[in-house]
């Protein structure tokens, strides 16, 4: 492990198409919305991105489409110093996109057309083992198919790699032998629909990762929001990480910050209390500002709120 980490994330790669709205509209109502914006995300975009202001070495594979989403979006990973050698047009698919609803108290939801995330499959892995080789931590989400997905982990695996899974979005049920990671790390919502038990306060809270170690993960890095997270391991340690107070102007962007975080204190080496500490601190200050890769935090803001806010 390296002071700058070499992180490979196989995700996806979308086009976010987001909405300010005071409220979110019910089924079959219309609201008026404000502040439409068009910005480079997906969950596996976003974290790769994520990774590289944080100070890892990023390498990613995926897929976008031949059209102008997709040349835009590879020309904006490229800017960030995410190495894209692994990333395939794919002629005659659109590239993925979300279309994202941020509400007043800047809570989101988000629809995703997959596009040609879809059409990343298991041999676009075979081809490429010289990038699971020089990986410290492959991280994954579940945007791309779940073959894929699971290529990726026995790849990562046989090259002796740390894989952490966000599991989002969450499958149901969820296939065992995608929990059997170094790191699982949900968010609350994703942690009761593959659980079937609602998170609510301490005690539930560890219930609920410990439910997801016994499902074959080393450790599950529960995320709570505004309430921080939950380390649980398979050897049955516990904690609670507290969060970092901030103005939260849209929580889009929070979830992936917090996993690209962790893949970096992770990759460096650090104990996952502390990783846990770094990559709450960089899933606050993502809620600072407006959309996905925008709002990822830089290294030394993550360490500057941490030293402000000590925990």
């Known amino acids: 492990m390296a002071d700058r980490p070499n992180i490979l994330v196989v995700g996806s790669?979308?086009?976010?198409?987001?909405?300010r709205s005071r409220v979110m509209p019910e089924p079959g109502e219309t609201v008026i919305g404000e502040g439409f914006t068009m910005s480079p995300g997906?969950?596996?975009?976003?974290?790769?991105?994520?990774?590289?202001?944080?100070?890892?070495?990023?390498?990613?594979?995926?897929?976008?489409?031949?059209?102008?989403?997709?040349?835009t979006m590879l020309e904006n990973l490229r800017s960030e110093g995410v190495v894209c050698d692994y990333v395939e047009t794919t002629e005659g698919v659109a590239s993925g996109?979300?279309?994202?609803?941020?509400?007043a108290n800047g809570e989101n939801s988000i629809v995703v057309a997959g596009g040609a995330n879809r059409r990343v499959t298991p041999d676009d892995l075979f081809g490429r083992t010289d990038a699971f080789e020089a990986s410290d931590v492959v991280l994954l989400q579940l945007e791309l198919p779940l073959p894929t997905v699971r290529a990726a982990i026995g790849l990562?695996?046989?090259?002796?790699?740390?894989?952490?899974?966000?599991?989002?979005?969450?499958?149901?049920?969820?296939?065992?032998?995608l929990c059997e990671v170094d790191i699982f790390s949900p968010n609350v919502g994703e942690a009761e629909i593959i659980t079937g038990t609602k998170a609510v306060e301490e005690k539930v809270d560890k219930n609920v990762a410990a439910?997801?170690?016994?499902?074959?993960?080393?450790?599950?890095?529960?995320?709570?929001?505004?309430r921080g997270s939950l380390v649980v391991t398979a050897d049955g340690?516990?904690?609670?990480?507290?969060?970092?107070?901030?103005?939260?102007?849209?929580?889009?962007?929070?979830?992936?910050?917090?996993?690209?975080?962790?893949?970096?204190?992770?990759?460096?080496?650090?104990?996952?209390h502390d990783s846990a500490k770094f990559a709450n601190a960089a899933g606050a200050l993502a809620c600072t500002g407006f959309g996905a890769q925008t709002a990822m935090p830089t290294e030394q803001e993550v360490l500057l709120l941490m030293e402000d806010q000590p925990k």
């Open 211 to 226: 439910d997801l170690v016994t499902r074959g993960a080393d450790a599950a890095v529960l995320k709570l929001g505004h």
């Open 97 to 103: 996109i979300a279309m994202i609803i941020v509400d």
């Open 13 to 19: 790669i979308n086009m976010d198409l987001a909405v």
């Open 156 to 177: 990562a695996r046989k090259h002796g790699c740390k894989v952490i899974l966000d599991p989002a979005p969450a499958p149901n049920p969820m296939p065992e032998d």
């Open 42 to 71: 997906g969950k596996g975009a976003n974290q790769a991105v994520g990774v590289a202001r944080l100070g890892g070495a990023c390498r990613m594979i995926g897929r976008v489409g031949d059209d102008p989403f997709g040349r």
């Open 237 to 272: 340690h516990f904690y609670t990480v507290k969060p970092y107070k901030v103005d939260v102007m849209d929580t889009t962007a929070a979830g992936d910050a917090f996993t690209a975080a962790l893949a970096v204190g992770v990759g460096r080496g650090d104990n996952l």
